[in-house]
């Protein structure tokens, strides 16, 4: 839940908990003192109407308050791709042997190069080609093929195409993205390049919600690995890649954990 900050709010929240007979496992709470606004996950186990547990709540916390009741389970995902390999790869791997936490419905590729590799796992594979397409008429497709998984979260394992607006506003903050550069840096295509031609001693991934706006999505996670001047371009490509999928991973393990909050642009992390 989230809401502009008062004081007793803790209180209130686990008073109402303690009423209907529910024990808290877990607990975070964060304030924004710059926007004074507060922020709290809680694990809660016991019996209870989901609903008049969110009514409760409502009545008693300020009128701007969101309150999310999430019960604890796997998410339902779809997979956009192009031709890369990597990313897609270790999800399937984590998928087969239950550390995902989400159900990987489908997978789309703009290219059929990596169907074979998809269909290996027993999960079906649809080539939508974006040749001779606007980018409208091929998010279209891709939409009218996903209305029949109806999914949760849509994840581009190294989908190299950019997403229309009519095609995030169907999934605000549901879609994350893999960048191949340390974010706000190296936004767009080759990062790699642009990093090698700088003289970078480090490169990184981000994962990060899509917007509208290339690459300036609320960040999820991040990490980087130290490069030298001998290696080119390619080499750094080429070592980015582990960085990528792992990155990857945390990002969706935090997000199916409802362990993220998104507060503009930017995004809290418990």
């Keep these: 839940m989230d809401c502009p900050d008062r004081k007793g709010l803790i209180f209130t929240i686990t008073q109402i908990v303690f009423r209907n007979n529910l024990n ?9 003192r710059q926007q004074n606004y507060f922020f709290m996950r809680a694990e809660l186990a016991g019996e209870v109407h989901p609903q008049m547990l969110v009514e409760e709540l409502k009545a008693e916390l300020p009128p701007d308050a969101r309150i999310r009741l999430v019960p604890e389970r796997m998410k339902n995902i779809v997979i956009l791709v192009t031709k890369e390999h990597h990313c897609l790869g270790d999800l399937l791997l984590r998928h087969e042997y239950g550390d995902l936490n989400a159900n990987i419905l489908a997978v789309i590729g703009n290219y059929a190069e990596l169907e074979s590799l998809v269909t290996r796992f027993g999960i ?3 080539h939508v080609s974006h040749e001779n397409k606007t980018r409208e008429e091929h998010d279209q497709e891709m939409s009218q093929v996903m209305a029949a998984y109806a999914p949760e979260y849509v994840v581009l394992a190294k989908y190299m195409r950019v997403l229309s607006p009519g095609f995030v506003a169907q999934f605000p903050n549901r879609i994350i993205n893999i960048h191949h550069s340390f974010l706000p840096a190296f936004i767009g295509a080759n ?3 642009q990093a090698y031609e700088r003289g970078v001693k480090i490169i990184g991934a981000t994962a990060h919600f899509v917007n509208s706006d290339l690459d300036e999505g609320p960040i999820i996670a991040q990490n980087v690995i130290q490069v030298n001047h001998a290696q080119n371009a390619r080499d750094m490509a080429q070592s980015g890649r582990d960085v990528e999928k792992i990155v990857l991973a945390q990002a969706l393990k935090l997000v199916f954990s409802e362990k993220v909050f998104v507060s503009n642009n930017k995004t809290i992390i418990f």
């Design 124 to 126: 079906p594979f649809h």
């Design 191 to 193: 990062p790699y390049r």
């Design 24 to 32: 808290i496992t877990s607990n975070d709470e964060f304030v924004d």
